[in-house]
C-alpha cells in the first residue's frame, strides 16, 4: 500500500483540496451578487427568517470553502461545508417534489451538483480527521 507521499499523492490532494474549496467559496459569492434572489428563492422554499439565514449560510460556505482550500481549521472547514451541503442538497433541491413545469430539471441540476460537492467535501473532512 502507498501514502500520499510516497507517490507525489499529496500535491494532487493539495491541488484537489485547493480546487474544491475556490469552487464552493465563489460559489457562494454568487448568491451575494442578488442576494434578494437568494432571500425569495430561500423564502420560496420555506426557510425560516430567509433575510436573516440566506446571507449567513453564504457567508459560512464562502468561509468554509476557503478554509478548505487554504486547509485552515480543516475540520471546523469540511464540517460545516458538509453539514451545509447536506441540509440545502435535501431541502432546497428536493426535484422529486417538483412538477416538470416548476422548474424540476433546474433543481434536479442543483441536487447532483451539490451531491457531487459533497463528496468531494466528505473526502476532504476523510483527510482532516486522518491528521
Known amino acids: 500500500m502507498t501514502t500520499d507521499d510516497d507517490d507525489g499523492g499529496a500535491s494532487l490532494s493539495r491541488v484537489g483540496r485547493v480546487a474544491l474549496g475556490l469552487g464552493l467559496a465563489l460559489q457562494a459569492t454568487e448568491d451575494f451578487r442578488d442576494m434578494e434572489d437568494t432571500v425569495d428563492y430561500a423564502e420560496s422554499a420555506g426557510v425560516p427568517a430567509p433575510s436573516l439565514l440566506a446571507p449567513l449560510a453564504s457567508g459560512t460556505m464562502v468561509s468554509a470553502g476557503l478554509g478548505i482550500a487554504l486547509w485552515r481549521l480543516p475540520r471546523l472547514a469540511t464540517g460545516a461545508a458538509?453539514?451545509?451541503?447536506?441540509?440545502?442538497?435535501?431541502?432546497m433541491h428536493d426535484f422529486w417534489t417538483?412538477?416538470?413545469d416548476e422548474g424540476r430539471s433546474g433543481e434536479r441540476l442543483a441536487f447532483f451538483g451539490n451531491l457531487a460537492m459533497l463528496g468531494g467535501v466528505l473526502i476532504a473532512l476523510r483527510e482532516a480527521w486522518r491528521r
Request: charged share 15%.
Open 82 to 91: 458538509a453539514t451545509f451541503l447536506s441540509v440545502v442538497t435535501l431541502t
Open 98 to 100: 417538483k412538477e416538470p
